[in-house]
């Protein structure tokens, strides 16, 4: 990406095609000359941008050549109070893709340029405006699809996380400096850096970076949904519980052991929280090489979930017998939890059902094809991953990136704080504890390179 901060810019903020309204956004020098060269009061029929306030909006026409091109509102954001810390200007138009493109064609053809994909936010980054993992937060509030990825990415981008990656970081600063400074006196052999008290900070530290970690295994799974492998053998209405949980006919259902073949998957909010749920083909031992890879399929889908739930026909099997394929499933599911389903349950053998598999009490009994008990299973599943309790202060990594970083600068600490105890020289203190610097300010970009900025904001929409 070419990074040109003095040029005006101009994107299509809304989503492309036909709409009531669309935005056109231009961020730049000459943002509001290049609109202003357009634009009428609809009323007094002339130009009234040039000495307007900051955050107003504005009611006129575009006029181009003596053509009115359109009824527009205009709003003026100016410099440095902006999201990108430029000029900038929004204009709303009528949603037609032809006003549109007429639009966007006579504000390039007067000097601006097309932005590039995340441009607008990539200045509000090199402006100030936003540190790195902020600007990321924004691409994740955008892309956010449950109440609960919502909450995360909002706290993320208002600041929570980077704030407490910074104070980590000047924390360390500290102490960097004064081994440093030893480094310039060590032909003295003098200590400025007090080494029980750097390994207190340090082991502080540690503990932060591990517990923030540990929460990206919960933030991965609020922000691309939890995974939910439902398996079961052939013919124990799968595909049935699919199609019920997603509102939808998404499977095919057929009385015909081993139709599912490969997995289907889809996604599905429940109670503010995300599940992407995974159907796959049935259990068992098979010589149709086809159907057998559909069954490896599965296997390696238990591996990967974060809940697989077991489905059987409540009337084909014993307590004994299920038993054994639990038993069987143990090497596959690892640290899934497992949520073992009763189906085809009769409203006038339910009592005798629960009293056949009364050693699983949390067994949930439905009827997939009545729809019976759903909303309990429902239940079960969001209280088995309830990340509701995640308030305003809680810091969530659900960034991969700044996992990695926290991870090396994990490693980087570890190595101080060994050092530490074996008492080694400062210079070789120093270099890990630059490095460990490096990493966490990699994570809000006060350490960054134009490569991983491409990496980042080209992933972004071209309006943003």
Known sequence: MSHEPNDTIVALATAHGSAAIAVIRLSGPKALDIVESFFYSRAQKKKLLK??????????????????????????????????????????????????????????????????????TMRAFLNGKLDLSQAEAVADLIA?????????????????????????????????ALIELELDFSEEDVEFANRNDLKSLITKIITVIQKLVNSFDVGNVIKNGIPVAIVGKPNAGKSTLLNV???????????IPGTTRDTIEDEMTIDGVLFR?????????????????????????????????????????????????????????????????????????????????SDYPEMVF?????????EELKQKLVALFDT???????????????????????????????????????DLLALDIRYALEELGSITGQVTNEDLLDSIFTRFCIGK
């Open 51 to 120: 000495d307007k306030t900051s955050h107003t909006a504005h009611f006129g026409l575009i006029i181009h050549q003596e053509v009115i091109l359109d009824e527009v509102v205009v709003t003026l954001y100016k410099s440095p109070n902006t999201y990108t810390g430029q000029d900038s200007v929004e204009v709303s138009c009528h949603g037609s893709h032809f006003i549109q493109q007429q639009l966007l064609k006579l504000f390039l053809s007067a000097g601006a340029r097309m932005a590039q994909p995340g441009e607008f």
């Open 388 to 426: 509701r309790t995640i308030n305003a202060t809680d810091t969530i990594v659900t960034n991969a990136r700044h996992a990695n970083s926290l991870r090396n600068a994990e490693k980087a600490l570890i190595k101080v704080n060994d050092g530490l105890n074996a008492n080694i020289a400062g």
């Open 366 to 374: 439905i009827s997939a094809k009545h729809q019976r008990n759903i």
């Open 277 to 357: 749920f995974i159907d796959t083909a049935g259990l068992r031992t098979t010589s149709d090489i086809v159907e057998q890879i559909g069954v490896n399929k599965a296997l390696e889908v238990i591996r990967k979930s974060a809940i697989v739930i077991y489905l059987f026909d409540s009337h084909a099997i014993s307590c004994g017998d299920l038993k054994m394929e639990i038993e069987l499933l143990k090497d596959h599911i690892g640290n899934s939890q497992l949520v073992l389903v009763a189906n085809k349950i009769d409203a006038e053998n339910d009592t005798d059902l629960k009293a056949e598999f």
């Open 245 to 255: 949980l997603l509102e939808e006919d998404r499977a095919i259902v057929s009385d």
């Open 144 to 176: 956010s699809n449950s109440a609960i990825s919502h909450q995360v990415a909002m706290q993320q981008m208002r600041g929570g996380f980077s704030g407490k990656i910074k104070l980590l970081r000047e924390n360390l600063i500290d102490f960097a």
